[in-house]
């Protein structure tokens, strides 16, 4: 029995001997990536292109129904439910509402455009399904009392471009390629809405900062100090957004602005102003105003947000059949300590 034993076990050892041997003389040679498969990876990778698009994802996303300003560390008033506790829904007013997106089923495509030799284009396309949920009810003190919840599906379709300029010919295809510059992200429901978005301005006195773009896709900011690059903040700025709309519905938009947000299940959103309102039935211009001022976790020297305008059709939020309809701009920003 020994003897069998001891036969088996140089066997054993023989045999582990060859497999180490041959792993070691013949490594496996990891597959070949492409210029297209190196440049989708790097737009959810580097850090100067994934954190902007990990703001606009995680800044449209309220996880629930919210009051219309909102703060992440703010402290809500009492919220009730008693369904059935008031007779017609119809006259109850909207207090509180919000995404609330079906993270599992979101879809992220990257398609990659070579431009010759020496640059690359991708665009980036994200698909949000979820419900926009409503809550109707009355005011009472310092309780809010939900008679109603009205839940909307919808599908949001989100873009954004990036610029890649090649500053190599490696084996090593991931050293060829350096993100140089970003596009806004536009965002629009599947369901049309009676309004577009004509412009986006934004501003800061203190920095000498004003743009204001019409192309949200084809306006280029620079990663870098150059002219034209990703304006930089310091906490604590104070910082104007100003949005200009097109619309056929004679009832004004509500819009709020979503800025200082870095990850899921922080939001800040605050309502904009009309500001001016011209034209007439069927052809109205409006304009929406906001000033919001800078933030940074204490833990951070450096945050890549995005100051989001986010338009809805008034009847999204205060009618109880009206469908979802929406757009949205989220123009890039630092903010430095």
């Not at 006259?91 to 509402?97: E, V």
Request: proline share 4%; hydrophobic share 45%.
């Amino acid at each position: 029995m020994r003897g069998a034993l001891g036969y088996v076990f140089f066997v054993s050892v023989i045999v582990m001997a060859a497999v180490v041997g041959c792993s070691s003389n013949n490594p496996v040679t990891p597959a070949a990536q492409t210029d297209q498969q190196v440049l989708e990876q790097q737009v959810t990778t580097v850090d100067s292109v994934a954190g902007f698009s990990t703001s606009d994802e995680a800044s449209i996303d309220d996880n629930g129904m919210k009051d219309p300003d909102y703060a992440g560390i703010a402290k809500e008033a009492v919220l009730n439910f008693r369904p059935g506790a008031m007779p017609l829904a119809d006259s109850l007013q909207a207090l509180r509402w919000g995404r609330v997106i079906d993270w599992a089923s979101v879809v992220r495509t990257y398609t990659v455009t070579m431009l010759g030799d020496t640059g690359a284009l991708v665009l980036i396309t994200k698909t949000f399904p979820g419900t926009f949920w409503v809550g109707f009810g009355t005011l009472a003190g310092d309780s809010v009392v939900i008679d109603t919840i009205v839940k909307k599906p919808f599908v949001e379709i989100v873009n954004r471009n990036v610029l890649f300029r090649r500053i190599g010919n490696s084996s090593d295809k991931s050293r060829n390629w350096l993100p140089v510059a970003i596009s806004l992200a536009q965002g629009k429901s599947q369901m049309p809405a009676a309004f577009t978005i004509d412009s986006l301005e934004v501003s800061d006195i203190t920095r000498g900062y004003d743009t204001a773009v019409t192309d949200p896709l084809s306006t280029w900011l620079h990663l870098g100090l150059l002219r034209g690059s990703i304006p930089r903040f310091v906490a604590g700025d104070s910082v104007t957004v100003r949005v200009t709309l097109t619309s056929v519905d004679d009832s004004a938009e509500i819009v709020v602005l979503r800025h200082s947000v870095l990850t899921r299940g922080l939001i800040n959103r605050v309502r904009m102003r009309l500001v001016s309102a011209t034209g007439g039935p069927g052809n109205y211009t409006r304009v929406y105003e906001r000033t919001f001022r800078t933030s940074l976790p204490a833990i951070l020297l450096v945050g890549r947000f995005n100051a989001l305008v986010d338009v809805f059709s008034r009847g999204t939020i205060n009618s109880l059949s009206a469908p979802f309809t929406n757009e949205f701009w989220a123009s890039p920003y630092i903010v430095l300590r």
